[in-house]
């Protein structure tokens, strides 16, 4: 019994001419249901497009929940002005990407040092020293 309802689950279970948009006949679905109560060994061919619709309904709205629980904790008072690209690239990685006990971050690593990303590399750009003269000037026609 749980065998047939994990089926579900199986691409290779998708009917083939599974159409974009359900409409259904409702008269048609009704009939064939009485039918079905009528004569319960067999299930009557008008009703596999309604049960092919069933199989598409979420049995809850959990994991909806967990993604707008996660994008308010991407999405704080102090990270504020992310765009939605980048919330969802975010929120992808947290929900589909390895825990990170499981990632390894050596090989990212050495490709950010080769890159000369290092805190003693004297490539990178430095700061120039700012010359505050209108705050020099200041003081010194005070002595």
Avoid at 10 to 15: E, L, N, S
Avoid at 39 to 49: A, M, R, T
Avoid at 99 to 108: F, I, T
Wanted: hydrophobic fraction near 35%.
């Amino acid at each position: 019994m749980l065998l047939n309802q994990i089926k579900v689950l199986d691409c290779d279970q998708y009917p083939a001419d599974l159409p974009v948009g359900f409409q259904l006949n409702a008269a048609k679905i009704k009939n064939a249901y009485w039918d079905y109560l009528d004569n319960s060994h067999c299930i009557p061919k008008e009703l596999n497009e309604l049960m092919n619709c069933t199989k598409l309904i979420a049995c809850s709205s959990a994991e909806c929940e967990r993604g707008f629980s996660l994008m308010n904790i991407i999405v704080s008072p102090t990270r504020n002005r992310l765009l939605i690209p980048r919330v969802s690239s975010l929120m992808f990685i947290k929900l589909h990407g390895p825990s990170l006990k499981d990632w390894n971050p050596e090989p990212y690593i050495s490709t950010w040092l080769r890159s000369h990303h290092s805190e003693d590399n004297t490539r990178t750009r430095v700061a120039k020293e700012r010359h505050h003269y209108a705050e020099q000037n200041v003081y010194a026609g005070l002595c």
